[in-house]
């Protein structure tokens, strides 16, 4: 079964079932994130998945060149068992290395496993700056012993489970440099026979879905500084659903619906499988720009 959007029409987009129960056991303990980078010449894809179990929080890490090989794998083992700061050095399959660092020992955390603020993580090749994430970054140069620029990585998706009874928050950046924005999406499915969706942006209404029990799958552009950004929803679990499930919200930075399907296979867009090995070329990224999905789980 197929995780992620696999057709991108005008009116409807297929999303698969995400409505297990062990599904929404786990799911709020993982978050993953995607960044393009160049490493060594050729474009590569990194995966962050971030994790929170009972041992403790823990890191995986993966890279993938632009054909879909796996570069390397880097497994971070809960923090309970291990220190909270440190190094790797991985080999690459073409005999090169990159070193990992990591500082999370002062991190603070929210509800959701990635870290908000006082840490680093780095990935270096050949003394360069590869990846940087976290606002310790003047301790993550000192420590890495790097020249002092930016890396050259794009956050190009995202895929983020939350949890509320009719409200749902996250924030989002759909920009590089671009502002980070807060989200928020509403449906009261349980006091209302006639349940409406509405997504507000820094409060602002933006979007509002009703009749949802006829516009349960459906997409709609909004913009969001001054960029057009395409919301694509499935809330048939929230409708429909005999057990309690998840509805997928997915949001697209950059093309509309119509230019997607103009110009990438089918195929390809429903591909984002988020493994270690994702099938996008380069290309595709370039134009893609970046893309979040929601999973939103309802507590009644």
Same mark, same amino acid.
């Given at each position: ?23 929404? /056991?786990?799911? #709020? ?22 994790? %929170? ?31 909270? /700061? ?40 050949? %003394? ?28 190009? @998706?995202? %895929?983020?489970?939350?949890?509320? /009874?009719? @409200? ?39 979007? #509002? ?5 006829? %516009? ?47 110009? #990438? ?32 789980? /309802? #507590?009644?």
């Amino acid at each position: 079964m197929r995780d992620f959007p696999s057709c991108f029409g005008e009116n409807a987009v297929q999303i698969a079932d995400s409505s297990s129960s062990n599904g929404s /056991k786990t799911a #709020q303990n993982v978050i993953t994130c995607v960044y393009q980078c160049r490493l060594r010449g050729r474009s590569c894809l990194i995966t962050l998945i971030w994790s %929170k179990h009972l041992m403790g929080q823990g890191l995986s890490v993966g890279i993938d060149d632009s054909s879909n090989r796996s570069l390397c794998k880097v497994e971070i083992k809960p923090w309970l068992f291990s220190k909270k /700061k440190g190094y790797k050095s991985i080999e690459l399959d073409d005999s090169s290395s990159i070193d990992v660092y990591w500082d999370l020992s002062g991190a603070k955390f929210g509800s959701a496993p990635e870290p908000l603020e006082g840490f680093y993580f780095a990935i270096i090749s050949n %003394k360069q700056m590869v990846l940087l994430l976290g606002d310790l970054r003047k301790e993550a140069i000192k420590k890495t012993n790097t020249i002092p620029a930016l890396s050259n990585a794009t956050f190009v @998706a995202k %895929k983020e489970h939350v949890f509320g /009874k009719r @409200a749902f928050y996250t924030k989002a950046q759909f920009c590089d440099g671009g502002q980070i924005h807060d989200l928020m999406i509403e449906c009261d499915t349980v006091n209302t026979n006639d349940p409406c969706l509405i997504l507000r942006v820094d409060t602002k209404n933006v979007m #509002q879905v009703k009749r949802l029990r006829w %516009k349960f799958r459906g997409n709609h552009t909004i913009l969001v500084d001054g960029l057009p950004v395409d919301v694509y929803w499935d809330v048939y679990n929230w409708i429909f659903g005999m057990n309690p499930g998840s509805a997928v919200i997915m949001f697209k930075a950059s093309l509309s619906a119509e230019k997607l399907w103009t110009t #990438q296979p089918v195929a390809d867009l429903g591909a984002l499988n988020w493994s270690h090995s994702q099938r996008f070329r380069d290309p595709q990224l370039h134009h893609l720009g970046f893309s979040l999905f929601l999973y939103a789980w /309802k #507590q009644e």
